[in-house]
């Protein structure tokens, strides 16, 4: 059974930064392009950040420039490193295998404000 576990959610004020750790067993993230989704209440989830399996990312534009997603193969882990946070940003974060998704995990909650 596929499980992923994010963490590193909290309340953080705008200009601040955090880094959502995201664990996957049953496995190997090595193989996938791996993403961080987020959804806001009342909205889809969207995908903001994707590494592939040769490390290179993409972004939706929204993010770009502030957040960084990155990948630890040995441990079989991703993370997202969020900088100069915004209001807008606030959501609940998943990770996910980009092309064969499985179930979602619980997420991490974000949420920036004053």
């Known amino acids: 059974q596929v499980q992923l576990v994010e963490s590193g959610g909290d309340l953080v004020q705008p200009g601040g930064s955090l880094t959502l750790s995201c664990v996957a067993s049953g496995r190997v993230v090595s193989g996938w392009d791996m993403g961080w989704y987020r959804q806001a209440p009342g909205k889809q989830r969207e995908l903001v950040a994707r590494?592939?399996?040769?490390?290179?990312?993409h972004y939706v534009d929204s993010v770009k420039g502030r957040f960084t997603i990155s990948r630890d193969n040995a441990k079989n882990m991703v993370y997202l490193q969020m900088n100069s946070l915004k209001p807008e940003d606030t959501a609940v974060y998943y990770c996910n295998f980009v092309n064969s998704p499985t179930s979602w995990g619980q997420g991490t909650q974000v949420t920036v404000s004053s």
């Open positions: 590494i592939t399996t040769l490390r290179a990312t």
